[in-house]
């Protein structure tokens, strides 16, 4: 469960003004009480995740590796090895839905440009995704971003990974991979250059043939938790303002992200589970058990 209503940090403050006789902003207390997660566990039950046999611990440090592989493999451009990172049918969702891909008939396109320091941009948007992207499409629009200057990077924080108590009833085992991260997205707008940072948890849902010795663990599933952002200058001190109107568009937990990013054309998923929506929370961390319980899931919630 998520607090969305004014939290203990928010009490704190008022109560530390009591004390002190300083009166705080209602700013200040309004940011302090809206940023507070519950205390409450979000799991309902436990996995194995630490120690165990050594069967387990390799289990574990393999999907560790792969979640891993994201940051490192994506941000250069090793295609190859990020691809290897994944099941055939894969799918990953992000913050947006992309464009910059080569008009095919699945997509269907309209040409837009931007004026940045009296250059112009040419960039093709896609409007038909819904959220989810099969990885070999994501991959594309990857590449293309990349050569239009697109410049996105990844921070790994830390990682852990469970895995499944049963396999599914046709020998699948199952793992969730938890990557803490930083997602860093360069902007350059009229006024200043700056960066977005963006700090997530990655959630892989791994799958691994339980009767084939030479099986590998491959991500099926890469979904994201929001958990907040922040415009970083580069300069130290420059960055654009963005209105509150502007940012109530989109879920706190990546509002300057989307905000941002749809300065520039992109569609933002506003589905995506934050620790400021209740429901996506508590929905997400219920498809992460049935994964490891060897059920149906259903992440396609867009």
């Known amino acids: 469960m998520v607090l969305n209503d004014p939290g203990s940090k928010g009490d704190a403050i008022v109560a530390s003004a009591l004390q002190t006789g300083i009166i705080p902003s209602k700013e200040a207390i309004y940011?302090?009480?809206s940023t507070v997660t519950s205390a409450m566990d979000p799991h309902t039950k436990s996995y194995s995740h630490i120690n165990g046999t050594v069967e387990q611990l390799l289990d574990r440090i393999a999907v560790s590796e792969l979640c891993k592989g994201w940051p490192v493999y994506r941000d250069a451009s090793e295609w190859g090895n990020y691809r290897s990172l994944?099941?055939?049918?894969?799918?990953?969702?992000?913050?947006?839905?992309s464009f910059l891909l080569p008009p095919s008939?699945?997509?269907?396109?309209a040409l837009f440009s931007f004026h940045?320091?009296?250059?112009?941009?040419?960039?093709?948007?896609?409007?038909?995704?819904?959220?989810?992207?099969?990885?070999?499409?994501?991959?594309?629009?990857?590449?293309?971003?990349?050569?239009?200057?697109?410049?996105?990077?990844?921070?790994?924080?830390?990682?852990?990974?469970?895995?499944g108590s049963t396999p599914t009833p046709d020998g699948v085992r199952r793992a969730i991979g938890k990557m803490k991260a930083t997602i860093t997205h360069r902007f350059t707008f009229p006024e200043s250059q700056f960066d977005v940072d963006c700090d997530c948890r990655?959630?892989?849902?791994?799958?691994?043939?339980?009767?084939?010795?030479?099986?590998?663990?491959?991500?099926?599933?890469?979904?994201?938790?929001?958990?907040?952002?922040?415009?970083?200058?580069?300069?130290g001190y420059t960055a654009p303002r963005f209105?509150?109107?502007?940012?109530?568009?989109?879920?706190?937990?990546?509002?300057?992200l989307g905000a941002a990013q749809a300065r520039l054309g992109y569609e933002i998923d506003i589905h995506l589970p934050t620790p400021f929506d209740s429901a996506l929370w508590d929905r997400m961390y219920?498809?992460?058990?049935?994964?490891?319980?060897?059920k149906k899931v259903d992440l396609f919630w867009e």
């Open 86 to 97: 994944f099941t055939e049918d894969g799918t990953v969702w992000t913050s947006k839905f």
């Open 105 to 109: 008939p699945s997509f269907h396109h």
């Open 116 to 163: 940045f320091f009296g250059r112009i941009l040419a960039l093709t948007k896609s409007t038909a995704w819904s959220g989810p992207q099969p990885v070999d499409e994501f991959i594309a629009v990857s590449k293309a971003g990349k050569e239009k200057g697109v410049f996105i990077m990844h921070r790994e924080c830390g990682t852990l990974a469970e895995l």
């Open 243 to 256: 209105e509150a109107a502007e940012l109530d568009k989109y879920p706190k937990g990546y509002c300057f």
């Open 286 to 294: 219920g498809e992460m058990e049935k994964w490891l319980d060897g």
């Open 31 to 33: 940011m302090a009480k």
């Open 202 to 235: 990655f959630i892989f849902f791994c799958e691994k043939a339980a009767d084939d010795p030479n099986a590998e663990w491959k991500a099926k599933y890469v979904k994201l938790f929001y958990e907040k952002d922040k415009v970083v200058p580069v300069d």
